[in-house]
């Protein structure tokens, strides 16, 4: 809201006087510079043995020296661990000069003289020069300096990026957190808000509208306080209530959590007839609510509960992985437990019914000696089957709970494939439930039969074969689709029979169809693929999934099955753990409706609006966006009966952040901006010199916010260039230059969460130790042309100061969308400002923004042409290949009282950048 009132208003003079010891940086901030100085000092005795005549990295690469005359020297280094690359192919002008670079990433060349084109390539594959890594290529055009610093950064992801990450704490449940990082070369990233979520499982057996509950990061930070913890980034919750058969709040509940494991989950805490945490109690009172803190996410869990003269209860739920999980456990009375046993035969679709035959009679074949887990036991407590000559696979397992769901690992050797099983089951003690395990030959003869085509072993006349096996690190599910035949079986379980006329379906978490969906016959053969002509299940009913991703241990999926016509049947979200199978029952449900109206409330039983609605696997579907209101209140379209998870996210509460950079960016400046639900009061808190990260480095940062900053406000006009918008502005943000670095000390809220205009409003807090102010502001017009202006050498935070944006260059070849540009083509542009440019960075980028070229050009220069790519070098390398879409971007920087491009180099440049424009296209060789 512009105009707020600013509240601790200070004047200039004063602010050059105070200490401000309470926004006072930490104490790393000393230790860091000191120990980069050490590690400088360490590495220049390295460096002396190589070649001291510039500096390896050059100041983080760039030119140095005289003009050419004679000598050209050409150092190549690798911009994440700052070491030298020998065995880079240099190429001069179009490829008809080149060297290699030696021991010390020194490329030399005799006999040149004036300005030249340097090409760099990293040579992967080539003769006396194998590099472990992709690299990207780079090129300087027209470069006057006999010495030359290039860096290469390698293509790996996880070797070219880095994450700052944590949690915000000291935050109000109405106020939310963005946070941005500004790097070594001005660049900004910004992330936020940060969320508060929430993962719940819809309830059936309650009627519309129903009622979810939301927690906010806030109450889990209050609740982890009350209990003497600290909830951390990345650790998740579970809130539950335990209920009776009416659905009433139960007392006197003692309650145990366990991973899939059987490793313990920590204790329970619980809350008093009050609703508050009191973590001197160890059962539920009149509330019933109970909490678990600091759990792992992402994993399976089993709570449970049985408590003498009350009941038991056991829920079996995954873990989200961030945020709280809220779920019921209901508890009945106990009126035995219960003694299974069994056989453990291989699987066919109808095996269940195969076994109700009687083990002598039944067409299954027993498996001995498999391995069997159930859920919250310890691997060691398992047992396996026995290797009875007629009934082999006999088992027998004592003390399961009634009234419960487990899930069951069982492993029987190498020709098996590690199957997963659920096991569902009323009070009633089981006899000949038999458990089931697929074999590896079957499902790889189904995978064969799928013709799934293998390009990755295509042979020498590009013949491309077929499929022989599963992917590593996918899992499948196997199973069938079924309906209830009205009797129940001698264990007092409904009995079922296959579904004919099914079609069945995988979704990820944000509904994407993923995987390959295949109906099979009794026998196991693939019949068709689902979602080809009319393909549906057969009268076994029996399906088989598989290439569903896994690599992260487990990962969730929902699976579906409908009649043709499009009706729903039954959906389960489940979790599919790498290099298993799970076993799926699809059981054709009723016509209950969740709906029309769903109900978020938070603590207190208080309405919670603007809390946004999804479901694993969605869509949910709403009128508009799915955003409670004011009453906590979402009308939704009703959805059957079905095993339903649903995410709550608010932008506010505080919450883990998690934000990417690059890791060869040292000095990173970090901030957080505190807002309000006014959208004008904040707060912020910074720090500065972060880094250096290592390869895949991961920097933990909380943010803890001060109580009451002293503010200072700054205002101005900013001039948007052609073709942008107000719409368009992203930041404006003052600054602080420090010996550690630089960092933003305050912005202009409305960009972060209203309307931006270009009547900017910034408050600013102090640090201590700043030499000099900044303000930068920065602007994105839809066509992804960036405007960026950086006001450097302020003396103190101006009251007032007008900024005018530069104007992007205007891309001329390749245009937007342009085809047929082959492989070496010409890049020209039209400088987008009057005003003279020091250097243009050109680069090229796939279309999912990996970077693939770069190039220095001087200010002189509106056109260069792609280098030739060198015969002999691993294509992977190569900048663009036929009819494959790439992304071209030009960035016209300029820097205070200008820069030499025959002598600079990237640190001193960021010191002096004024501005920078960037405009962008994409073509097809």
């Given amino acids: 809201m512009r105009g707020a009132g600013t509240k601790n208003r200070t004047t200039k003079k004063q602010a050059q006087s105070l200490s401000l010891k309470r926004v006072r940086l930490p104490s790393w901030t000393f230790w860091v510079p000191l120990i980069l100085l050490m590690l400088m000092v360490l590495s220049c005795k390295e460096t002396e043995q190589r070649n001291v005549t510039f500096a390896l990295a050059s100041k983080d690469g760039g030119t140095a020296g ?162 003497g913890v600290q909830q951390n980034f990345r650790e998740a919750a579970i809130l539950g ?191 000949n439930y038999p458990l089931t395990v697929a074999r590896i030959s079957t499902l790889t003869n189904m995978i064969i039969q799928a013709q799934i085509p293998d390009p990755a072993n295509t042979d020498e006349d590009g013949n491309i074969p077929i499929r022989l096996a599963f992917l590593p690190n996918n899992g499948e599910f196997l199973g069938r689709v079924t309906e209830k035949t009205g009797v129940l079986d001698v264990n007092g379980d409904p009995k079922l029979q296959a579904l004919e006329g099914a079609v069945v379906t995988v979704t990820g978490e944000a509904g994407n169809e993923v995987g390959k969906a295949y109906a099979i016959d009794i026998s196991g053969n693939i019949l068709c693929r689902f979602g080809e002509g009319s393909c549906a299940t057969d009268a076994s009913g029996g399906f088989f999934v598989f290439d569903l991703p896994a690599a992260s241990g487990l990962d969730v999926y929902v699976i579906t099955a409908r009649e043709s016509g499009g009706a729903l049947l039954d959906r389960q979200t489940r979790p599919v753990y790498a290099n298993s199978v799970r076993l799926v029952e699809l059981i054709k449900r009723g016509t209950l409706s969740v709906g029309p109206t769903l109900t978020v409330k938070g603590e207190g039983n208080n309405p919670v609006a603007s809390t946004f609605l999804t479901l694993i696997g969605g869509p949910l579907q709403c009128a508009a966006l799915c955003f409670t209101d004011a009453s906590g209140d979402l009308a939704i379209t009703p959805f059957t009966e079905g095993d339903y998870l649903i995410r709550m996210s608010r932008v506010s509460g505080g919450g883990d952040y998690s934000l990417r950079f690059q890791a060869s960016k040292r000095r990173l400046g970090f901030t957080a901006f505190r807002i309000g639900p006014d959208d004008s009061s904040y707060n912020l808190t910074f720090g500065t010199g972060l880094g250096p990260l290592g390869p895949s480095g991961r920097l933990p940062f909380d943010i803890f916010f001060e109580e009451d900053p002293t503010f200072f406000e700054t205002t101005g006009t900013i001039t948007l260039p052609p073709g942008f918008q107000e719409s368009d502005l992203k930041m404006a943000s003052m600054g602080g230059v420090v010996p550690q670095g630089r960092v933003f000390t305050g912005t202009d809220t409305d960009m972060l969460v209203a309307q931006p205009s270009s009547q900017y409003r910034i408050q600013s807090i102090l640090a201590e130790g700043i030499e000099s102010f900044f303000l930068g502001v920065r602007a994105q017009n839809a066509a992804g042309a960036l405007s960026f202006s950086l006001t450097q050498g302020l003396s103190a935070i101006p009251d007032v100061l007008d900024v005018s944006l530069p104007t992007p260059p205007v891309q001329i070849t390749p245009a937007s969308g342009a085809t047929g540009m082959g492989l070496t083509p010409t890049f020209s542009w039209v400088p987008g400002t009057s005003s003279p440019v020091d250097l243009y960075l050109v680069s090229l980028e796939s279309t999912s923004g990996a970077l693939l070229w770069q190039a220095w050009v001087p200010g002189s220069l509106q056109e260069i042409v792609l280098p030739p790519f060198p015969e002999g070098v691993t294509a992977g390398l190569k900048p663009l290949s036929e009819s494959v879409a790439v992304v071209w971007k030009v960035e016209a920087i300029r820097a205070q009282e200008g820069v030499s491009f025959h002598d600079f180099n990237r640190q001193e440049l960021a010191k002096k950048i004024i501005d920078r424009s960037l405009s962008r296209s994409s073509f097809t060789p």
């Avoid at 472990?132 to 300096?145: G, M």
């Avoid at 309650?206 to 509950?213: F, G, H, R």
């Avoid at 009416?246 to 920590?266: D, I, S």
């Avoid at 859920?375 to 007629?390: K, L, Y």
């Fill in 66 to 227: 005289g003009p050419i005359n004679g000598k050209l020297e050409v150092q190549v280094f690798d911009d994440v661990a700052r070491t030298p690359l020998a065995g880079i192919q240099v190429f001069i002008g179009s490829n008809d000069l080149s060297a290699t670079t030696n021991s010390q990433g020194i490329a030399t060349f005799e006999n040149l003289v004036g300005p030249q084109d340097i090409h760099v390539y990293a040579c992967l594959g080539c003769v006396d020069s194998p590099l472990p890594l992709f690299y990207q290529n780079v090129s300087f055009y027209q470069v006057n300096a006999s010495r030359v610093a290039i860096p290469m950064v390698t293509r790996d992801v996880s070797l070219s990026s880095g994450r700052l990450e944590g949690k915000v704490f000291n935050m109000q449940k109405d106020e939310t957190a963005f946070l941005g990082v500004i790097d070594a070369l001005g660049g900004f990233l910004l992330l936020g808000p940060t969320s508060s979520l929430t993962q719940q499982e819809i309830d059936f057996t309650v009627t519309s509208p129903k009622d979810l509950t939301f927690v906010y990061a806030r109450d889990l930070d209050d609740w982890a306080k009350e209990a």
């Fill in 241 to 431: 209530k335990v209920v009776n058969a009416e659905k009433l709040a139960q007392p006197g509940v003692q309650v145990t959590a366990e991973y899939f494991n059987g490793a313990n989950a920590g204790r329970a805490y619980y809350f008093n007839d009050s609703g508050v945490l009191d973590s001197s109690l160890e059962a539920t009172t009149s509330d019933g609510r109970f909490l678990f803190l600091k759990l792992v996410p992402n994993n399976d869990v089993i709570v449970y509960s049985a408590s003498r003269g009350i009941g038991v209860g056991l829920k079996f739920l995954r873990l989200p992985r961030e945020g709280t999980a809220v779920l019921n456990l209901p508890v009945v009375p106990l009126s035995n437990v219960l003694n299974l046993n069994g056989r453990v035969v291989v699987f066919r679709p109808d095996y269940r019914e195969e076994e109700e035959k009687g083990p002598l009679s039944s067409e299954n074949i027993g498996v001995a000696r498999a391995f069997i887990n159930f859920s919250g036991d310890t691997f060691s407590e398992s047992f396996v089957g026995n290797e009875g000559v007629v009934t082999a696979g006999h088992y027998q397992v004592t003390g399961r709970l009634p009234n419960s769901r487990y899930v069951i690992f069982l492993s029987a050797g190498s020709g098996f494939r590690a199957t997963f099983q659920e096991m569902s089951f009323s009070d009633r003690s089981k006899t």
